[in-house]
């Protein structure tokens, strides 16, 4: 598989980043549109998209955050190409942009059941608590940037 990793900043690249989500979270775990898409998607969030012979089957976005870091969430791997290793690809890429950016550290409201993929890349959680990003349990994590 030749992957072709897009940094999406104008609106036309972004359609990708929203074509994966609507698929993977929009339609797979019937979260509204309205939920899906936030404040945060605007002029300024970046975005990766995963594309394979053209076509967007990853994402992620981030953005600047109140504490001067940087914030990323919305990590999606569209169903049938799950467990190949894309998920760790995207959240790569995107950290080296955010480094590239001249960021120190980065913040993640991870999915309780995601927990684990973001410590084995080096996040650790900076809360305890367990809070709510619409229908999902979701704990603070952070990753120090060298």
């Known amino acids: ?6 940094r999406a900043e104008e609106e036309w690249q972004r359609a990708g980043a929203y074509s994966v989500r ?8 019937h979260i ?6 936030d404040e945060h998607d605007r002029d300024g969030t970046r975005y990766i998209v995963l594309l394979d ?12 955050n109140e504490e001067g870091n940087v914030t990323l969430g919305r990590v999606v791997v569209l169903p049938e190409y799950r467990g190949q290793g894309l998920g760790i690809r995207v ?6 942009w955010i ?7 980065i913040d993640i409201d991870s999915r309780t059941n995601a927990i684990e993929f973001y410590e084995k890349l ?5 809360a ?12 603070k994590m952070k990753r120090a940037l060298d």
């Open 91 to 96: 959240v790569k890429e995107a950290e080296a």
């Open 99 to 105: 480094k590239e950016l001249g960021y120190k550290a």
């Open 122 to 126: 080096g996040y650790k959680r900076s």
């Open 53 to 64: 012979d053209g076509y967007p089957i990853a994402t992620c976005r981030f953005y600047e």
């Open 1 to 6: 598989m030749d992957i072709e990793v897009l």
């Open 128 to 139: 305890s608590s367990i809070s709510c990003s619409g229908s999902f349990e979701c704990i």
């Open 32 to 37: 509204p549109l309205r939920e899906e898409f």
């Open 22 to 29: 609507i698929e993977g979270m929009n339609r797979q775990h």
